[in-house]
């Protein structure tokens, strides 16, 4: 899990990058949650998700936003972030020009981001969104969603209503070509402390499944 320092719109962004051990591997980058609330690329999800691509041998990597850790510049309410997640896509492909799909996963306001990054990002073919912000941030950007992924919020958070995170999924699952699966777990929170476990459970067999199909 190499540490590694890389250049984006507002000076240097810091990350940790592991490489895939086989040629011609997918990409994965992993988004943190608002850096406003202490987001970091340390947190636990944010790890448990790196952790599981690396599992099935993507190249992979999580860093910094703008104003975190080492990371130069300022916050930037989501457009500063997503160029900075631009950048770190534009980064690993120069390591990886033969990769021949990427996958984009996040977290909280990481996954609204995300899933910003996704419509302006073709390779991108598959998207993990882990408690998407729909009652604070406008997905209409979603028109239509580009790919197929999963979203996954908790039945107690606290902090998005599941009523939101519901209509946000009705929306998209009318629109043609992709598949979006939906898991709520019951007795999580916002960031599924003390249920991590079942997160990743979910997350884990949603990537099987999709991976086992491309092949």
Request: glycine share 10%; hydrophobic share 40%.
């Amino acid at each position: 899990m190499p540490e590694v320092i890389f250049t984006g719109p507002e000076g240097r962004l810091e990350g940790r990058y592991h490489p895939a051990k086989q040629p011609r591997s997918p990409l994965a980058i992993i988004l943190h949650p608002h850096p406003k609330g202490g987001g970091t690329m340390n947190n636990k999800l944010v790890q448990l998700l790196y952790q599981t691509f690396v599992n099935r041998g993507f190249a992979v990597l999580r860093f910094n936003f703008r104003g975190v850790g080492r990371s130069q510049g300022e916050f930037d309410n989501g457009i500063g972030e997503l160029s900075d997640s631009a950048s770190a896509l534009d980064w690993m492909q120069q390591f990886n020009p033969d990769a021949p799909f990427s996958w984009v996963a996040g977290v909280s306001f990481g996954s609204w981001i995300g899933m910003q990054l996704l419509m302006r990002r073709p390779e991108l073919r598959g998207f993990i969104s882990v408690s998407p912000p729909a009652n604070l941030y406008d997905f209409s950007f979603l028109a239509p969603c580009p790919a197929s992924g999963l979203i996954v919020h908790g039945g107690a958070d606290e902090i998005v209503p599941t009523s939101a995170v519901q209509k946000l999924v009705d929306k998209l699952k009318t629109q043609k070509h992709i598949t979006i699966d939906h898991e709520k777990l019951d007795g999580a929170n916002h960031f599924f402390d003390n249920e991590s476990e079942a997160l990743m459970a979910v997350v884990d067999a949603y990537l099987d499944k999709r991976l086992n199909a491309a092949r």
